[in-house]
C-alpha cells in the first residue's frame, strides 16, 4: 500500500505479508511473523528504481509484539537494529541493540508488573512497591538506599506527595487539592537546593481555568486570562508575559506579526520561521525571520513513513533518532556513536544515559505527578544532574544546572529548545499553546492547550486527558511493546490506541431515564433518543461546537422502553457509552448516538462503531445532523448499504 503523492513530497509506503518495496530484502535484514502484518515502512521520491530516503523493517513473535526493528535514515551510514524480548504476559524482558549497548533486563513482581532493570552487573532499579490501585508508592533506585516515593489520596486517587531520596538529600512536593479536583497549592522543600524551596498557589475561574500561579514575588508569578475561545494571554512579574492579541474568527494571533499557511499552520511567530511538509509536520525552523535552508542553516527535519521525525540537521551537522521496538530510545551521530539515550523504567522514572556503552553518566530522571522530570541524578555518585521546577504550562524556571532533557509531562525538545513535541504537533513552550491545529479536529479552538495544565496533559497533541491521580495510568507501571494495527490507513495503530486512552480517561456520567410515550419497542426508543439527540447536536453545532450526544436504549421488563437522556462527552467524532451509567432497575438493550459532521461524509456507522455492536452483540443506532437520517445495525444482520462505504438501516428521517 502507498498513500497519496504530493507535488515535492517523499511518498510513503507500507508493506505487508512478506512483501517489499525495492524487490529484494536489503542484506543483512531478517523478519519473521510478517504474515497479517507490517513489514516496511519506507518513503522515497518515487523515482523508479526506488531508492529509499527512510526505511524500517519490523519482525514479530507469534502474539503480534514487535521483536526487531531495522531503521535507516539518509545520514545513518546504513541500518541500525534493535531487539526486543517479552514475558508471556507481554511485559519487557530484554532491550538489545543500541550501538555499543550491552543489553537492558527487566524483571517482573509476583504480579507479572516491571519491579527491576539492569544492565549487566549495574542495578538502576532494584524494586516497586504499589498499592492496590497499583499506583507506585516507592521506588528503589540502585542498592545504596535512594527511593522515590509517593502518597495519594485513598477516596480520590489523586498524588498528594512525592519525595525524591538520593545520598541523604530530598526534594518532596506536597500537593493539595480543591474540592473541584484543581490543584490549590504546591509546597516544594528542596535540600539539593535550598532556592528550589518554595510554595506556589494556583486559582482558577468559574470555568476551573487556571488565572494565577503564584511562586512568590521574587521567584516566579504569572497571571492568565482567556477569551471566549480559551485563547490565552498571560502576564509575568516575575516570569515571561505573552501578549500577541487574538483573532476572533480563526483563534490566530493578531498583533505580533505571525503569519500562516493555508492550513492555519504557524510560518513566523515573532520568534521563529517555520516550514512545514504537505503532510502537516514541521520541516524546518529558525529563529528570526528568515527561513532554513537545509544543511546550511537552521534546523531541517527527516520524517519516516510513519510520521516520526528520524533525522535533523542544525546548520550542517545532522543527527538521527534511534527508535527500537519500545518506541525513541537513542540520539545517534552516524552509524555507531550514540549521543543520548533514555531507557523507560519501572515506577515511572526514566534513565538518560550518555557515553560509550551508555556507561558514561547514568543520570535517572525523577519525575512528579505528571510525569515532569524536577529533577535528575546520577546513578554512581548519587550527585544532582539538574534541578528545576515547572511552571502549569511546561516553562522552566528556578533552574540548578544545565537542564537535559527538558521533559514535560513525558514530552521532550528533540526538534529545538523551546518546542516540546508530541507525534503529532509541537508545543510552544512560552507561549503555552500549540504551533498548528489539531489535526483530530477536536474543540473550538484547535490551537489551545488545556487550560487546567495541572491537571490535564495532552501526550499526543490530539486531545487533552485527565491525569486525576497522576501520570501512572499511561506512562510505565509496566513497559510494554508498541503493537501495530492492521489497518492500511493507521499502520502503527495510534488511532486505535488513541481512542482507548480517550476512554480510558473519560469521566463516568450518569444516565438519567427519560419519558418516552409509546415506546412499546427498542426501535421507537431509539428514534425517539434521536430525535432528542440529534435536536442538541444541531444546537451545539450553531454554536460551532460539532460534538456527539447519546446514551442507551434501556427496559425495566423488555415490554416498554426507553432511554438515557442524551450527553455528549465534548467530542466530535467519538463517544462512549460505557462511561454512561445505566439506570438502576434497567437493563440497557442497546446504544444511540449521533454524529455532528456538517456533510455527508458523517453518514453511517464507522468501522468502530460497528466493531463495537459486534463485540457486545448489542443493536447501535446512529442519527445524523446534516440529513436527518437515523439507522440502525444489527451484529449478524445489517449489510453494508453501499452509501459512502457505511452500514447501517435506514430507519427513520428527523425533519
Known amino acids: 500500500m502507498s498513500a497519496a503523492i504530493l507535488p515535492g513530497l517523499n511518498v510513503r509506503r507500507f508493506r505487508y505479508d512478506n512483501q517489499n518495496v525495492t524487490g529484494t530484502i536489503p542484506s543483512g535484514i531478517s523478519v519473521a511473523n510478517t504474515l497479517g502484518r507490517m513489514e516496511e515502512a519506507e518513503t522515497d521520491n518515487c523515482s523508479v528504481p526506488y531508492t529509499p530516503m527512510t526505511d524500517e523493517w519490523f519482525s514479530y513473535d507469534a502474539n503480534g509484539r514487535v521483536t526487531g526493528v531495522y531503521e535507516m535514515t539518509p545520514h545513518s551510514g546504513g541500518y541500525y537494529h534493535t531487539t526486543a524480548v517479552y514475558y508471556k504476559n507481554g511485559q519487557l524482558q530484554t532491550l538489545s541493540g543500541i550501538p555499543g549497548y550491552t543489553a537492558y533486563s527487566f524483571g517482573l513482581d509476583g504480579n507479572g508488573r516491571a519491579n527491576t532493570m539492569s544492565q549487566g552487573s549495574t542495578t538502576f532499579i532494584n524494586g516497586v512497591q504499589r498499592n492496590a490501585a497499583g499506583e507506585p508508592t516507592a521506588v528503589n533506585v540502585s542498592t545504596a538506599g535512594d527511593q522515590d516515593t509517593y502518597a495519594y489520596d485513598p477516596n480520590t486517587g489523586r498524588m498528594t506527595s512525592y519525595t525524591f531520596t538520593v545520598n541523604g538529600k530530598t526534594d518532596t512536593g506536597v500537593l493539595q487539592w480543591n474540592p473541584s479536583g484543581t490543584v490549590r497549592q504546591l509546597s516544594i522543600t528542596d535540600t539539593f537546593n535550598s532556592g528550589g524551596s518554595q510554595v506556589c498557589i494556583f ?13 512568590g514575588s521574587s521567584l516566579w508569578s504569572q497571571t492568565y486570562s482567556y477569551d471566549d475561545y480559551d485563547n490565552l494571554t498571560k502576564t509575568g512579574n516575575p516570569g515571561t508575559s505573552w501578549i500577541p492579541g487574538y483573532n476572533a474568527a480563526n483563534n490566530r494571533y493578531l498583533s505580533i506579526g505571525a503569519i500562516y499557511d493555508g492550513d492555519g499552520r504557524l510560518q513566523y511567530d515573532s520568534i521563529n520561521t517555520y516550514g512545514w511538509s504537505p503532510y502537516g509536520k ?11 535552508t537545509c544543511g546550511s542553516s537552521g534546523t531541517c527535519l527527516t520524517y519516516d513513513a510513519l510520521g516520526r521525525m528520524v533525522e535533523k540537521s542544525v546548520n550542517a551537522t545532522y543527527s538521527e ?21 533514555q531507557i523507560p523504567l519501572p515506577g515511572g522514572l526514566s534513565a538518560y544515559v550518555t557515553g560509550s556503552g551508555g556507561t558514561g553518566t547514568r543520570g535517572i530522571n525523577h519525575v512528579d505527578w505528571l510525569g515532569s522530570v524536577r529533577l535528575q541524578t546520577t546513578l554512581s555518585a548519587r550527585a544532582k544532574v539538574f534541578d528545576t521546577a515547572y511552571t502549569p504550562y511546561g516553562e522552566n524556571y528556578d533552574s540548578f544546572g544545565t537542564v537535559q532533557p527538558a521533559d514535560f509531562t513525558g514530552d521532550l525538545q528533540d526538534i529545538v529548545a523551546g518546542l516540546f513535541d508530541t507525534p503529532n504537533r509541537e508545543l510552544a513552550q512560552t507561549q503555552d499553546r500549540w504551533l498548528s491545529p489539531d489535526p483530530a479536529g477536536h474543540g473550538w479552538n484547535l490551537y489551545a492547550y488545556p487550560t487546567d495544565p495541572n491537571r490535564n496533559v495532552d501526550p499526543t497533541g490530539l486531545y487533552p486527558a485527565r491525569m486525576f491521580a497522576s501520570m501512572w495510568g499511561c506512562m510505565w507501571c509496566g513497559i510494554r511493546p508498541p503493537t501495530f494495527s492492521e489497518q492500511d490507513d493507521d499502520p502503527d495503530g495510534l488511532h486505535a ?9 473519560q469521566q463516568t456520567i450518569k444516565g438519567v431515564p427519560a419519558e418516552c410515550q409509546g415506546c412499546t419497542s427498542e426501535k421507537k426508543a431509539a428514534i425517539a433518543a434521536e430525535k432528542y439527540a440529534v435536536g442538541q447536536t444541531r444546537a451545539a453545532a450553531k454554536k460551532n461546537r460539532y460534538e456527539e450526544f447519546g446514551g442507551w436504549v434501556i427496559t425495566k421488563d423488555g415490554k416498554t422502553f426507553t432511554y438515557t437522556r442524551p450527553v455528549t462527552f465534548g467530542e466530535d467524532s467519538n463517544f462512549y457509552p460505557g462511561k454512561v451509567t445505566v439506570p438502576e432497575g434497567y437493563a440497557e438493550v442497546a446504544s444511540y448516538h449521533t454524529h455532528p459532521d456538517p456533510g455527508s461524509w458523517g453518514e453511517g456507522f464507522s468501522a468502530r462503531d460497528m466493531a463495537w455492536a459486534n463485540r457486545n452483540q448489542m443493536d447501535i443506532y446512529v442519527g445524523m445532523s ?10 449478524g ?15 427513520y428521517t428527523i425533519p
Open 626 to 635: 446534516y440529513s436527518g437520517n437515523v439507522r440502525q445495525y444489527v451484529p
Open 497 to 505: 490506541k488513541l481512542i482507548a486512552y480517550r476512554a480510558q480517561n
Open 321 to 341: 533518532i534511534l527508535y527500537s521496538p519500545i518506541g525513541r530510545t537513542s540520539i545517534m551521530s552516524g552509524a555507531s556513536t550514540v549521543t543520548s539515550s
Open 282 to 292: 514541521m520541516a524546518s525552523v529558525r529563529a528570526g525571520t528568515s527561513a532554513a
Open 637 to 651: 444482520r445489517t449489510r453494508d448499504n453501499g452509501l459512502n462505504g457505511v452500514s447501517g438501516d435506514l430507519i
Open 203 to 215: 486559582t482558577y475561574d468559574d470555568l476551573a481555568r487556571l488565572i494565577t500561579d503564584n511562586c
